[in-house]
């Protein structure tokens, strides 16, 4: 067992695991679509109940998976299988790989594309990009080009794989250890720029005044799919982490601080955007387009924008390649593991593969018509994707493991695990409770919400 162990890699410290949690956690989903869908949810209302999922719902099912995660010492596939041999439910861990492989290949475009703005400023091209309609139509120039979409897109998966191939401490924790705390920094930075931009109470009432009347079922969905996308949970992602964490760490405190940093985050790049969206007179609900049309619009007006446009992206690239490392270690971990291979060839494998399935996302933004609108959904291929693994796959997979921990393999045993290097800790009890009953119920409303089409 300890040599096991040893061979699989562990965390070297608890901060460096908090901070690679933190890291997965703490990407595109708090900077790009966290922002977005508040800006198109009401503003400050759609924050508050954003909070109330997370700390409900997302913090207990957080330490679900590390629970499994760290008991089984194996990625989603191996832990379910050793946890129920013979049944069906190793196919929860299964849909967890394969979702990670999906949802790797079309976040790496949205990613590459930060790069690629990136790029754009340092080289000068973005200063051109004067008013929202010229920037409109130049974003949609640059993500239809094949070159630039699939080549960012390609450099993305490479930057990962560098720093997946190796391994747990020397490649995803040394990393995350260092670019995690620059992000922050980073980040209130751009806060404090944008708070005193002239005009800017008006985003910030917005965005931290509540107007109840706003709240709708609908609300309360999204906020709690975000809530799960932010988090990494649903597909064994925070399992594998959790499975590289000693038995000595404090597994409860550990998920607190995940939830409290990714929550900060978040909050805070809603601070750094709406005050400046207000100040330039510009629409909160831009949707995804958000931050890509509306925030180079922003900078070119502001003093010293290229400085701060650059930061913002290359801040964005930073906190993406910290998840889709989590992305690509979950598949990674599952091949070593299971199929015994070593783990570069399961890197370069699984990257290559993930190149080659991401370029029909990169492709479908207006480089190939068929792929820009399919058939029968009438949807761009990456937009598609991230419908059916983004959103229904991570629910559906949520769902079960609160299901077969709450009500199969044994709350106890789960009440066992979450104790070791937390003895004392009073509320397991009302974890065990979240965990049979309000979190089931919670994502079943979600689930049937998607299905029948409140979403
Ligand atoms: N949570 C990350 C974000 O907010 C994205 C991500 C990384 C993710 N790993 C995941 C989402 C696993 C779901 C499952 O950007």
Redesign the pocket.
Known sequence: MERKLRDRGSWSSKFGFIMAAAG???????IWRFPYLTGQNGGAAFVLVYLLCVFLIGFPVMLNEFAVGRYTRKNPVGALKALNPTGYWKWVGGLGVLT?FV?LSY?SVVAGWTVGYLMKILTGALSQWTTTEVVANSFGHFIASPLNSVGYLALFILLTMAVVVGGVKGGIERWCKILMPILLGLLILLVVRSVTLPGSGKGLLFYLKPDFSVISGKTVLMALGQAF???????G?MMTYGSYISKEDNLVTSGFWVCLGDTLIAVLAGLALFPAVFAFGLQPEAGPKLIFIVLPAVFSKIPAGTGVGALFFLLLAIA?LT?TV??LEVVTAYLVDDKGWPRHKAVFSVGFLSILFGSLSALSQGAVKGLGALPLFNKPFLDLMDMIFGNYS?SFGAFRLVVFVGWKWGIKKAVEELKMGNPEFPYFGVWAFLIRFVCPLAVAFVLMGMAFGWI
Do not use: T
């Open positions: 997965s956690a703490i990407g595109l989903g708090n990670g949802i976040y996308f932010s988090l990494s949970l649903g597909m992602a993406a998840s989590s992305l991570l």
